[in-house]
């Protein structure tokens, strides 16, 4: 079956330091969607990619999705301590019906 | 609106018994997911569905049951608790599968 692999595991940063997450899938998607869980909470939405070479912005944080349709990634320039959580991403297989998630990135932020 | 509403929140079952997991949604989305998440990991899905009278397995489907009678209900049954059940569970939806998931607040399980 289909198989999301997220890097890395853990990320501990300072501060204002930058950010970057990567998700890699085995078979080419439709469309990726990233997801925020803070500490106790459930994943929100943040954006969804559809193009193949997309690139999307939301303030500090940069989304990209692959030539290919296979892997995508986030970056949050200057980390702030608001930006504390597991981030995900869930990718679909043309008319799979459902998303498969990768195991998240956990950021902690030092101040 | 209410979203995605999730009961109970959390819940402490023996082993053996057995209990439904509630999950209701007021945005009259067609699509609606259980998964769980085990501490520290990712979401596995459990069972989905596609619109009313439709329900298919995810990847962790053993020890649990679920039916879709109306749009809005897609509850989740445990038959009989074990303890590799225990996790949080979450309900979600959306319009379509290519669409954004809401997620409900979720269930704490733990089973003793």
């Known amino acids: 079956g289909q198989q999301v692999m997220q890097i890395p595991q853990y990320q501990h940063v300072q501060e204002g330091e930058d950010f970057t997450t990567y998700c890699n899938s085995s078979?080419?998607?439709?469309?990726i969607q990233w997801y925020k869980q803070r500490p106790g909470g459930h994943p929100v939405f943040l954006i969804q990619l559809v193009k193949s070479g997309e690139v999307k912005k939301q303030k500090r944080l940069t989304f990209q999705f692959g030539e290919a349709k296979k892997n995508s990634s986030l970056h949050i320039t200057a980390t702030q301590t608001t930006d504390v959580g597991t981030y995900f991403c869930a990718g679909e297989n043309t008319n799979a019906g459902k998303s498969t998630f990768g195991d998240g990135t956990t950021l902690t932020v030092k101040p | 609106n209410a979203g995605v509403t999730q009961t109970p929140k959390f819940r402490i079952l023996k082993i053996g018994q057995s209990m439904t997991l509630q999950c209701t949604q007021d945005?009259?989305?067609?699509?609606m997911y259980w998964y769980r998440q085990d501490p520290g990991m990712g979401l596995k899905l459990i069972y989905y569905s596609v619109g009313a009278g439709i329900t298919d397995k995810g990847e962790v489907p053993n020890g649990y049951n679920v039916s879709r009678s109306t749009t809005e209900d897609f509850p989740l049954r445990l038959e009989l608790a074990a303890p590799s059940q225990t996790s949080v569970y979450f309900c979600a939806s959306s319009p379509l599968s290519n669409q954004p998931q809401h997620f409900g607040d979720g269930t704490r399980l733990s089973i003793l």
């Open positions: 078979t080419t998607l439709s469309n």
């Open positions: 945005m009259n989305h067609n699509y």
